[in-house]
């Protein structure tokens, strides 16, 4: 092993200079990605006159063999993204008949009961805010205070009765237990959720 530790020494030392830009191995200039595992040179410039960045991307989208010896493999680090993004890496496990029956129940109870939850939710969120301005104001005024805790624990207790937020965190809990096996429709909210962003 000592022989193969300074066989990696004696290559990384002339490999660092026309590789790296002169960053020193023993100077801790490098950010080092955990996988694979390229070290990344603190002097690439990403510049109109210069293409460090193009020629590091490619450095680090190779797929590196797990040895001593520099070895590329099948694929890129950017396609792996892209299987995970398109589903094509996740796990998948088709939804039994009963659970597809409770999925879709669960599923419209939600939708039924979305709105009121939601606004139970923001009459809570609008107690809490007028509390926290007033305790964080300048001079905050107890007796304010004490009504504006009471509005907080008041919408609180019926964002729980009749916002039924328990149960409808609960069946929103159980909808994505059971979509766990399939994870496409997570994805497919992410990728909603992005592309309004």
Same mark, same amino acid.
């Given at each position: 092993?000592?022989?193969?530790?300074?066989?990696?020494?004696?290559?990384?030392?002339?490999?660092?200079?026309?590789?790296?830009?002169?960053?020193?191995?023993?100077?801790?200039?490098?950010?080092?990605?955990?996988?694979?595992?390229?070290?990344?040179?603190?002097?690439?410039?990403?510049?109109?006159?210069?293409?460090?960045?193009?020629?590091?991307?490619?450095?680090?989208?190779?797929?590196?063999?797990?040895?001593?010896?520099?070895?590329?493999?099948?694929?890129?680090?950017?396609?792996?993204?892209?299987?995970?993004?398109?589903?094509?890496?996740?796990?998948?496990?088709?939804?039994?008949?009963?659970?597809?029956?409770?999925?879709?129940?669960?599923?419209?109870?939600?939708?039924?009961?979305?709105?009121?939850?939601?606004?139970?939710?923001?009459?809570?969120?609008?107690? !809490?805010?007028?509390?926290?301005?007033?305790?964080?104001?300048?001079?905050?005024?107890?007796?304010?205070?004490?009504? !504006?805790?009471?509005?907080?624990?008041?919408?609180?207790?019926?964002?729980?009765?009749?916002?039924?937020?328990?149960?409808?965190?609960?069946?929103?809990?159980?909808?994505?237990?059971?979509?766990?096996?399939?994870?496409?429709?997570?994805?497919?909210?992410?990728?909603?959720?992005?592309?309004?962003?």
């Amino acid at each position: 092993m000592a022989d193969n530790l300074r066989l990696l020494k004696n290559i990384f030392s002339e490999l660092e200079k026309p590789l790296f830009l002169g960053d020193g191995l023993s100077s801790g200039e490098f950010h080092v990605l955990m996988q694979p595992g390229q070290f990344m040179s603190t002097n690439l410039k990403e510049a109109d006159s210069s293409d460090d960045m193009a020629i590091q991307a490619d450095l680090t989208d190779l797929l590196i063999d797990t040895q001593f010896i520099y070895t590329t493999l099948n694929g890129a680090v950017s396609q792996q993204y892209k299987d995970i993004l398109n589903n094509a890496a996740l796990p998948y496990a088709p939804l039994s008949s009963d659970d597809q029956a409770e999925l879709d129940k669960d599923n419209q109870w939600l939708v039924d009961h979305k709105s009121t939850y939601d606004a139970f939710e923001g009459y809570y969120h609008d107690a !809490l805010d007028a509390y926290n301005q007033e305790a964080n104001s300048p001079n905050p005024d107890s007796s304010k205070l004490s009504t !504006l805790q009471q509005k907080v624990d008041d919408t609180y207790s019926d964002w729980e009765t009749m916002g039924q937020k328990g149960q409808y965190e609960a069946t929103k809990a159980r909808v994505i237990y059971l979509i766990s096996g399939d994870p496409s429709t997570m994805w497919a909210d992410f990728k909603k959720y992005t592309s309004l962003s």
